[in-house]
């Protein structure tokens, strides 16, 4: 059962650190989200995993498929699936690269999606969603009907503000308020 204090308090315990970053998006930043510290861990990602369903749940979502960017999204997504699975509900997974292997398929997205699912975007941490939107836009071009995105925590940066101009919705388990931390604007 998801328990938001619990995942709360392991991302405090093990994820959030102190000091000068730059972050994926180019911005510089005095901390950072390490959630791969939690969702790389059993218990973290069993939370993770729930929260995410309860999220889609409460949020009337239903999503043939759920995944990101690779590598962040990729234990999100498996936490996702796993936890679908343990209560009945089908739901695939999928992987989206940055770039073709140049050989095999050359897909940009590998999984069992295909043209016409309902796609949820997982992300670890939205910053100003640019990762998120590349994924969104290459599960689009096979096809798939993006329901929005979904991350772990919003550092509240303009992440939703981005992503409401492509016509997604942004929904999140925490935001950086949630651990006593106002946005860098």
Same mark, same amino acid.
């Given at each position: 059962?998801?328990?938001?204090?619990?995942?709360?308090?392991?991302?405090?315990?093990?994820?959030?650190?102190?000091?000068?970053?730059?972050?994926?998006?180019?911005?510089?930043?005095?901390?950072?989200?390490?959630?791969?510290?939690?969702?790389?861990?059993?218990?973290? &990602?069993?939370?993770?995993?729930?929260?995410?369903?309860?999220?889609?749940?409460?949020?009337? $979502?239903?999503?043939?498929?759920?995944?990101? $960017?690779?590598?962040?999204?990729?234990?999100?997504? &498996?936490?996702?699936?796993?936890?679908?699975?343990?209560?009945? $509900?089908?739901?695939?997974?999928?992987?989206?690269?940055?770039?073709?292997?140049?050989?095999?398929?050359?897909?940009?997205?590998?999984?069992?999606?295909?043209?016409?699912?309902? &796609?949820?975007?997982?992300?670890?941490?939205?910053?100003?969603?640019?990762?998120?939107?590349?994924?969104?836009?290459?599960?689009?071009?096979?096809?798939?009907?993006?329901?929005?995105?979904?991350?772990?925590?919003?550092?509240?940066?303009?992440?939703?503000?981005?992503?409401?101009?492509?016509?997604?919705?942004?929904?999140?388990?925490?935001?950086?308020?949630?651990?006593?931390?106002?946005?860098?604007?």
């Amino acid at each position: 059962m998801y328990d938001k204090l619990v995942l709360q308090s392991m991302i405090l315990r093990k994820a959030l650190k102190f000091g000068d970053f730059t972050l994926a998006s180019g911005k510089k930043s005095t901390y950072y989200l390490d959630c791969r510290q939690v969702t790389l861990d059993s218990i973290g &990602a069993r939370f993770i995993g729930e929260g995410f369903l309860d999220l889609f749940q409460s949020e009337n $979502m239903k999503p043939d498929a759920v995944g990101g $960017m690779v590598i962040g999204a990729d234990p999100i997504t &498996a936490a996702i699936i796993t936890v679908a699975g343990l209560r009945d $509900m089908p739901l695939k997974g999928f992987m989206v690269r940055k770039q073709s292997k140049g050989h095999g398929t050359d897909k940009f997205v590998e999984g069992p999606i295909v043209a016409g699912d309902h &796609a949820v975007i997982v992300e670890d941490v939205v910053t100003t969603g640019g990762s998120a939107l590349e994924a969104a836009e290459r599960v689009r071009a096979v096809g798939g009907i993006i329901d929005g995105v979904v991350a772990i925590i919003d550092r509240l940066e303009g992440g939703a503000e981005t992503f409401a101009e492509k016509g997604y919705t942004l929904r999140s388990l925490l935001t950086v308020r949630d651990f006593g931390i106002e946005p860098n604007k």
